[in-house]
């Protein structure tokens, strides 16, 4: 068991309740921070800032591939096609150590505009990443990120 984490649109929390922290079985946790850390930028990346800063956890040196994203590196893109299938990428990248420890699968990405409700007909839009992961037992494991960009 792990700390229980909940997602909303500006990141996460940890879940409490009138006992305290709330505790889940790992999964939703471990996909959260396999999607939303960053990952170290490639050489060949833009970097969204032009500032030069990969970012990335220095501690990857130490593993077997790279923990995070690069969803980050998407963080001031408009919305289109592209930037919906690059995403979609992204994350298949960052869940990809799922498959190699086999503790998965199959992992399915889809990425999809959205808006709030309450929002329709704005400019505005949403990106969303609809993520199903067959765990190694069969069992199917759904989540759903939608992400709001400033694009710039």
Do not use: C
């Amino acid at each position: 068991m792990t700390i229980k984490l909940i997602y909303h649109a500006s990141g996460g929390d940890i879940d409490l309740d009138s006992a305290g922290v709330m505790q889940e079985d790992g999964w939703f946790t471990m996909v959260f921070i396999m999607l939303f850390s960053d990952r170290r930028a490639t050489e060949g990346d833009e970097i969204p800032d032009r500032s030069g800063d990969r970012r990335g956890w220095p501690g990857d040196s130490f593993f077997p591939y790279p923990i995070g994203s690069r969803l980050w590196l998407l963080s001031r893109e408009k919305i289109v096609p592209r930037v919906q299938f690059e995403a979609e990428d992204y994350a298949r990248e960052a869940l990809e150590p799922l498959l190699i420890e086999n503790m998965a699968s199959a992992v399915e990405v889809k990425g999809s505009t959205w808006q709030p409700p309450g929002l329709e007909g704005a400019r505005e839009k949403w990106l969303r990443l609809d993520i199903t992961i067959t765990k190694a037992d069969g069992e199917l494991l759904p989540y759903g990120f939608s992400l709001r960009w400033e694009a710039q």
